[in-house]
């Protein structure tokens, strides 16, 4: 049994007013296994989509490789628009070792209540991904159940937007569960008929090119 443990505490800035939300980063940054192009920091897997993405809507000219001058540029970039990153689980158990959701057994979750109750300016959490077994608003959900507190939808158009007070405050946080930056969700926005619609405009753009666009207004916005 592999006990696959998050390699990284939470990176909050003093100010953030936006918390981007996951699962657990692949189980070789647990080892310190990394390979070529992987950047040793939050969503770092060479095979992961969300810097590229954000590297995109915000030119960032980032560097992809294993250098402590990538990861710095990463939380220069979170430090100066006022994003954290907390993901939802601390450790999990794997019969197998890979880096699926679904293969995470007895999970300890991150206390991201009582995270946001410490951090008063985050109004939005980003989830990358949605309410399917063992993704980030699933781990979410289930944790605010020992709170007693219940997420109210606000759209539930792609990507779905919910919305929550804190305990024994009139705090209002957003919720958006964007599409997760991986070649695995790809199925998923196939299906989409606003990516279907993209693609007869411009059949030369692609998945990525879809979750730029659908990612841009939440990183973007003011809270």
């Known amino acids: 049994m592999f ?4 390699p990284y505490p939470p990176f909050i800035p003093k100010d953030a007013t ?3 939300v996951g699962t657990l980063p ?14 040793d920091f939050c969503y770092g897997s060479r095979d992961g989509q969300l810097w590229q993405i954000l590297d995109r809507i915000f030119a ?31 450790s999990a158990e794997r019969d197998k070792i890979d880096a699926s959701d679904l293969g995470m057994m007895n ?25 399917s077994k063992n993704g980030p608003e699933y781990f979410f959900r289930r944790l605010l159940k020992t709170y007693e507190i219940k997420l109210k939808k606000v759209s539930d158009e792609v990507p779905r937007i919910h919305q929550f007070k804190l305990p024994e405050s009139d705090r209002s946080i957003k919720t958006i569960s964007l599409i997760a930056p991986s070649g695995a969700a790809n199925r998923a926005v196939g299906s ?14 692609n998945t990525i090119d879809f979750r730029v666009q659908l990612y841009r207004p939440y990183f973007v916005e003011q809270s």
């Open 18 to 20: 936006k918390l981007i």
């Open 107 to 131: 999970v300890e979750l991150r206390d991201l209540v009582d995270i946001l109750q410490k951090h008063p300016s985050i109004r939005s959490l980003l989830f990358t991904g949605g309410n």
């Open 26 to 39: 692949p189980p070789r940054f647990t080892t310190s296994e990394l390979r070529e192009g992987d950047v």
């Open 3 to 6: 006990l696959h443990t998050h």
């Open 192 to 205: 989409l008929s606003s990516y279907k619609q993209m693609k007869l405009k411009n059949p030369h753009l």
């Open 60 to 90: 960032l000219d980032l560097d992809f490789e294993t250098t402590e001058k990538a990861v710095e540029q990463r939380k220069e970039f979170l430090a100066k628009h006022r994003i954290g990153i907390c993901d939802m689980v601390a």
